[in-house]
């Protein structure tokens, strides 16, 4: 008999999805900006390409835009972290015996070498989300200091100017905003291998339960504290 476990409210669901449009639009229109003949040098000619809206004012506007959806959503999951268990924004518990136990039986399961205790959310997962909620913030920071500096006098710049000047000045900004975008993709990647072949070994239901809010498990898991 299947456990059907609730793990992630219609809010968390919600933000899941809309951030990541939000950081696909980000990620290739931030591209699009950093290296505009990212669409090739045999792309539409500038008369044409004004007719077809690829103009730099365009791309940007879709980037600020995104950029916007993804500030708002990010603390629309901050404030939603407060209502529910599940829902919770969890830093790892580095400083106990169990967080390394249990890193250490997820990296033998990924290396295929032996199954790990049924688990809501491992170990390694939950470090990989720390950091991802880490980088959201620093491309938010980054972003909208960058952003600031057309108005130096403005609201952005009062809030997070002072982002760009501690990186170094504008092209370190630059620098930063774009490493970190490629490592939120590097973390994209992973992210959909793992939680598909968590769904394939454990027929778990665990891609649909970004969708549907529930896990399926045999045997209690042994962090159902987290959402009970
Ligand atoms: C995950 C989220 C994001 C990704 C993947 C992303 C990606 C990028 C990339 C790749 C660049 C080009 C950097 C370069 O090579 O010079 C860029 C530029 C920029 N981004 Fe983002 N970005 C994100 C979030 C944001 C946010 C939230 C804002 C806030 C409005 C923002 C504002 C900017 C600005 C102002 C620039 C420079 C525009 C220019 O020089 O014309 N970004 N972004
Ligand atoms: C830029 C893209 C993405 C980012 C930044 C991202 C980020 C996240 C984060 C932060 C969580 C943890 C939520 C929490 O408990 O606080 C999560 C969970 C999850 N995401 Fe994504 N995600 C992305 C794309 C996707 C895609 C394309 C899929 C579809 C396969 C997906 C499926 C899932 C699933 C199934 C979970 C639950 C996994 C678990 O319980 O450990 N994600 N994602």
Avoid at 28 to 48: C, D, K, M, R, V
Avoid at 89 to 115: H, R, S
Avoid at 179 to 203: G, N, P, Q
């Amino acid at each position: 008999m299947l456990r059907r476990i609730f793990v992630f409210s219609a809010s968390l669901r919600i933000w899941h999805w809309i951030n990541f449009l939000a950081i696909m639009v980000l990620f290739f229109t931030g591209l699009y900006i950093g290296t505009p003949y990212f669409t090739t040098s045999s792309g539409y000619e500038a008369t044409y390409a004004y007719e077809k809206n690829i103009t730099m004012g365009f791309i940007r506007f879709l980037h600020f835009s995104a950029g916007y959806v993804l500030l708002f959503s990010f603390l629309f999951r901050i404030f939603i972290a407060f209502f529910r268990k599940g829902d919770r924004l969890f830093i790892p518990k580095f400083w106990t015996i169990e967080y390394w136990q249990g890193l250490k039986e997820t990296v033998m399961e990924y290396l295929f070498i032996k199954e790990h205790r049924p688990m809501i959310r491992n170990p390694l997962a939950r470090t990989a989300y720390f950091f991802v909620y880490l980088m959201i913030f620093f491309m938010i920071a980054t972003g909208f200091g960058m952003y600031g500096l057309s108005d130096p006098d403005g609201f952005w710049a009062s809030l997070f100017g002072w982002v760009v000047w501690s990186l170094g000045g504008e092209f370190e900004a630059h620098y930063w905003h774009h490493i970190v975008a490629w490592l939120i993709i590097l973390f994209f990647i992973l992210h959909v291998y793992f939680v598909s072949r968590e769904d394939f070994t454990h027929k778990n239901g665990e891609v649909s339960s970004m969708f549907s809010g529930v896990k399926f498990f045999e045997k209690e898991p042994v962090d159902i504290d987290d959402v009970k």
